[in-house]
């Protein structure tokens, strides 16, 4: 069974620490994505990568870097962890103009 | 820049009856997908139906249709027999059909539907 394997399911950060979501897919997925879900506001891209080390900008990367070494991983970094980067973060994975696969998503908490 | 707005943030419906979750969107182009997903509460995101603009035919999944009025830029969606496991959040989705070279084609989601089966 293909998948998207997000490393934590839930995370409790503190203000200003240095913080790594992982994202591993299994499926040999070129693009990977970041999402952002916040009640009443849905989803929304972060960043995405179309192939090892490179990286593209969504609709609200503020606060956020990403890094993609391998195929099969993606990072998002939070470089100093802010309260209003408390959120769920999705990970997904498609072949080019194929069908996404999610993750479980990581709910993160920053204190 | 692509728009997706989901009027209903909650829907509620009898256990068996029908409901349609509305949907509309906003985008210059003339080809592109749009897609349904439900969130039930163990977060992972299912697909529950896709359309293609360039198909005047509606798609269907067995109980999931949609309503697709390009004209209109409206994508409904609508679950005959609801059963309690389609409880859930519904999120209407956008991608564009041009490949840009070079970026990955994001999907451009609503704000979502939560929608509850009374028994």
């Known amino acids: 069974d293909v998948k998207v394997t997000q490393s934590s399911r839930y995370l409790v950060k503190r203000t200003g620490e240095k913080v790594f979501l992982e994202c591993v897919q299994d499926m040999d997925h070129e693009n990977m994505f970041w999402y952002r879900q916040d009640p009443g506001l849905g989803l929304r891209l972060i960043y995405f990568?179309?192939?090892?080390?490179?990286?593209e900008k969504g609709d609200i990367p503020e606060g956020y870097s990403v890094s993609r070494e391998k195929k099969e991983r993606f990072s998002l970094i939070l470089e100093s962890a802010s309260t209003n980067q408390t959120s769920m973060y999705l990970c997904?994975?498609?072949?080019?103009?194929?069908?996404?696969?999610f993750g479980s998503g990581t709910r993160l908490t920053v204190v | 820049a692509q728009t997706v707005t989901q009027s209903q943030p909650e829907m509620s419906v009898q256990e068996a009856e029908t409901v349609t979750l509305s949907c509309t969107y906003d985008t210059s182009e003339s080809d592109y997908y749009l897609f349904w997903y439900k969130q039930p509460p163990s977060r992972q995101m299912i697909l529950v139906i896709r359309q293609e603009a360039y198909k005047q035919q509606n798609a269907t999944e067995n109980r999931f249709s949609v309503n697709f009025q390009k004209a209109a830029k409206s994508f409904s969606l609508k679950i005959s027999d609801s059963q309690l496991g389609d409880a859930a959040m519904y999120f209407c989705?956008?991608?564009?059909?041009?490949?840009?070279?070079?970026?990955?084609?994001?999907?451009?989601f609503g704000k979502g539907t939560h929608l509850i089966i009374q028994p």
């Open positions: 989705a956008y991608r564009s059909y041009q490949y840009s070279g070079g970026g990955a084609d994001g999907l451009t």
């Open positions: 997904a994975s498609s072949f080019l103009r194929g069908r996404y696969t």
């Open positions: 990568s179309y192939d090892v080390k490179m990286k």
